[in-house]
C-alpha cells in the first residue's frame, strides 16, 4: 500500500541525489505512474509500490504463538508469481502513461515489515529470474541471471530499470535486455547510483556470475541448463533451491521481563 507520505519520502531521496521531481497528476480514467523526475536532458518516470506483511498469515502466526505454539517458516528466495504481477501492473501504468517508451520507465519496490529483507530479496529475484546452480567443477554456488521467468524478460521493451528499498538501504537494478540499455548507462540516475548497482553485464565479469543469454522458453530448464553447460565447458551443473528457515516462539510474561 502506498500513500502520498511515501510518494513524498521518494521525491525527498530523488532530490538527495541530484534529481528534479513531481507527483503525477492522478486522472480519474486511467491509472498512471506516480513521479516524474529529470536532471537536465534525463527524464524518468517512476512508479511505486510498497509491499509489506501479509495481514492475514501475520493474524494466523499471532493466533498460533498465543497458543503456545512454535511458529515455523520454510520460505523460497527465488522468483515469485505474486511479486510479478505487483511489478507488471507498475509496467502497465507507465506504458499508459508513456506508450511510444519517450522516458526511461523505472519501477520503485519498497519492502516494509517483519522480513522486509526477505520481501526485498524476493523482488530482486523477481526481476532478475535468477537461479542459484552447483558445479562439481566450482567450489562456489554460481547465480544466473534471466535463467527463469522474469519481470525484466518479460517486459525487456517497457522496463528500463527498477530501485528496491528497504530500511535505509538502496539498490538500482538494471534491466540489461531493454533496447535503452546503452543509453540508460551513460544517464544521471545510472552514473550517481552506480556504487552498488545490480547490472548483470558488469557482473558476468565477476568469477560465480552467469547469464542465460539465450532464447529458450524459461519453462524449459534442461535446454538452458545445456546451453549453459556448453557455453561455460562445464559437464555438470543443476540448480539449487534456496530457501529460509526460521521459527518464532512467545515467551511468557516473566521471561520476557529478563530481556
Same mark, same amino acid.
Given at each position: ?75 523460497p528466495t527465488g522468483p ?37 529483507? %526477505? ?24 547465480? /544466473? ?25 538502496l539498490q538500482l537494478c ?23 548497482? /545490480?547490472?548483470?553485464?558488469? %557482473? ?9 543469454? /539465450? ?45
Open positions: 500500500m502506498k500513500d502520498n507520505y511515501s510518494k513524498n519520502v521518494v521525491i525527498e531521496i530523488l532530490k538527495e541525489i541530484g534529481l528534479e521531481a513531481k507527483k503525477i497528476p492522478s486522472q480519474a480514467d486511467v491509472k498512471t505512474p506516480d513521479i516524474n523526475a529529470w536532471h537536465e536532458k534525463d527524464k524518468y518516470i517512476i512508479e511505486l509500490k510498497v509491499k509489506s506483511d501479509d495481514l492475514e498469515e501475520t493474524k494466523r502466526e499471532r493466533e498460533s504463538l498465543k497458543r503456545g505454539e512454535i511458529v515455523g517458516n520454510e520460505t515469485r508469481n505474486r511479486l510479478y504481477a505487483i511489478i507488471s501492473d507498475g509496467v502497465e501504468q507507465m506504458k499508459n502513461y508513456d506508450p511510444n517508451h519517450n522516458i526511461f520507465h523505472i519501477i520503485w519496490l519498497h519492502s516494509s515489515g517483519h522480513n522486509d529483507s %526477505l520481501l526485498n530479496m524476493r523482488f530482486h529475484a523477481t526481476l532478475f529470474g535468477t537461479q542459484d546452480l552447483f558445479s562439481m567443477q566450482r567450489t562456489d554456488l554460481m547465480t /544466473c541471471y534471466y535463467f527463469k521467468e522474469s519481470a525484466f524478460y518479460s517486459h525487456f521493451n517497457e522496463l528500463d530499470g527498477a530501485i528496491l528499498t528497504y530500511r535505509n538501504k538494471v534491466n540489461t535486455l531493454s533496447p535503452n540499455y546503452q543509453t540508460f548507462k551513460q544517464s544521471y540516475m545510472y552514473q550517481t547510483l552506480s556504487k552498488g548497482l /545490480c547490472d548483470p553485464e558488469v %557482473l558476468r565479469e565477476k568469477e560465480g556470475t552467469l547469464i542465460a543469454d /539465450c532464447n529458450f522458453d524459461r519453462k524449459e530448464e534442461n535446454k538452458i541448463i545445456s546451453y549453459l553447460r556448453e557455453k561455460h565447458h562445464l559437464n555438470h551443473l543443476q540448480t539449487i533451491n534456496m530457501k529460509q528457515y526460521s521459527a518464532k516462539v512467545a515467551l511468557p510474561d516473566k521471561e520476557r521481563k529478563k530481556f
